[in-house]
C-alpha cells in the first residue's frame, strides 16, 4: 500500500506563486505516474499535471488552463513530485490533491490513479 501526503498550500494574491510537495511513503516500486489534481467547490475534479516515469526519461503533460505557468518536477530520490504554480489566477483557488498509479504512459485520467492524497487548500485573492 501506498501512502501519499500533500503540502505547500495556501493564500496568495493573484500573480502570486505556491510550490506544493507531495510525498509518497511505502510500497512505491511499482508507482510510475504521478498526478496533480484540483477541484473547485461545485465544480468536476480535474487534471493539473501528469508525471509519468520510465527508463527512457518519463513523459509530462498540462492542463491547457496551466500550461507555461505550472510545473510538475519529481525527486526519485526522496519519492517525492512537486507543482511549481507561478501566475497564479483566482479561478486557479481549489483544492489540490496528489495522486500515484502504476499505469506509467497510460495515467491520463484520475480514473488511472490508485493513490490519493487528502489534499491541500490553494486560495488565490484578486
Known amino acids: 500500500q501506498v501512502q501519499v501526503a500533500e503540502s505547500g498550500g495556501g493564500s496568495v494574491q493573484d500573480g502570486g506563486s505556491l510550490k506544493l510537495s507531495c510525498v509518497a511513503s511505502?510500497?512505491?516500486?511499482?508507482?510510475?505516474?504521478f498526478g496533480w489534481f484540483r477541484q473547485a467547490p461545485g465544480k468536476e475534479r480535474e487534471g493539473v499535471a501528469i508525471a509519468t516515469i520510465s527508463t527512457s526519461g518519463g513523459t509530462t503533460n498540462y492542463a491547457d488552463s496551466v500550461k507555461g505557468r505550472f510545473t510538475i518536477s519529481q525527486d526519485q530520490a526522496k519519492n517525492t513530485v512537486y507543482l511549481q504554480m507561478n501566475s497564479l489566477k483566482p479561478n486557479d483557488t481549489a483544492m489540490y490533491y496528489c495522486a500515484a498509479g502504476h499505469y506509467g504512459p497510460w495515467c491520463r485520467e484520475a480514473t488511472d490513479f490508485d493513490d490519493w492524497g487528502q489534499g491541500t487548500q490553494v486560495a488565490v485573492s484578486s
Open positions: 511505502g510500497y512505491t516500486a511499482n508507482r510510475n505516474c
